[in-house]
């Protein structure tokens, strides 16, 4: 069966701290995604990684970074949190031969 | 360029009858289409899908859509709603397989399901 794991499912940071999101899948799968969900703007595509090492910026990509060293781990890095970063994060991944994505459980983050 | 509109942001039905959550899409290639599902606070999970095959799509829960391509559109059925269909559901669409950029989704339908 799929499974997409994420590290946390809430969190809360100060404004200033480096954050951490971490998405692991167990399906060989070459492609991750990380989005943003917000009441009224729907999904958004923050970075995406075809293969290992590589990525790619999506559709609002300031103010974060990825990470990926190994196949099954895709990290989202805020490197200086803000209160406008609060947000549902959802992570997914996707077989390059297909394009079905599987979503994680997704992280609550809360910025104060 | 592709977009989708859910034509409805909230869609409230009784338990026991009908439901339909409207979709059009609009791609400039052969799209795959898809619709998910997401209760509060989890992620999205896959209802159904279509990629050329048969136009009618059956999904899991008793879901289904079907895809016309006349009209643009991939509506969301299903022919008696349970109290436990109530979540937002999103229609999503993707231009070519393979092609990570072009995943576009909608603004997402409230489906309230009233006992």
């Known amino acids: 069966d799929v499974k997409v794991t994420q590290s946390s499912r809430y969190l809360v940071k100060r404004t200033g701290e480096k954050v951490f999101l971490e998405c692991v899948q167990d399906m060989d799968h070459e492609n991750m995604f990380w989005y943003r969900q917000d009441p009224g703007l729907g999904l958004r595509l923050i970075y995406f990684s075809y293969d290992v090492k590589m990525k790619e910026k999506g559709d609002i990509p300031e103010g974060y970074s990825v990470s990926r060293e190994k196949k099954e781990r895709f990290s989202l890095i805020l490197e200086s949190a803000s209160t406008n970063q609060t947000s549902m994060y959802l992570c997914?991944?996707?077989?390059?031969?297909?394009?079905?994505?599987?979503f994680g459980p997704g992280t609550r983050l809360t910025v104060l | 360029a592709q977009s989708v509109t859910q034509l409805d942001s909230h869609v409230s039905v009784s338990e026991g009858t009908p439901v339909l959550l409207r979709c059009n899409y609009s791609?400039?290639?052969?799209?795959?289409l898809f619709w998910y599902v997401q209760h509060p606070n989890k992620g999205l999970q896959l209802l159904l899908k279509y990629t050329s095959a048969a136009t009618l799509v059956k999904g899991i829960n008793g879901f289904e859509a079907e895809f016309k391509k006349s009209e643009t559109s991939f509506h969301l059925t299903k022919p008696s709603a349970h109290m436990s269909d109530a979540a937002e559901y999103f229609c999503?669409?993707?231009?070519?397989?393979?092609?990570?950029?072009?995943?576009?989704f909608g603004s997402g339908t409230q489906l309230t399901v009233l006992p």
């Open positions: 997914a991944s996707r077989s390059a031969k297909t394009d079905t994505q599987y």
């Open positions: 999503v669409v993707s231009a070519a397989s393979g092609s990570a950029r072009q995943l576009t």
């Open positions: 791609s400039s290639y052969s799209p795959s």
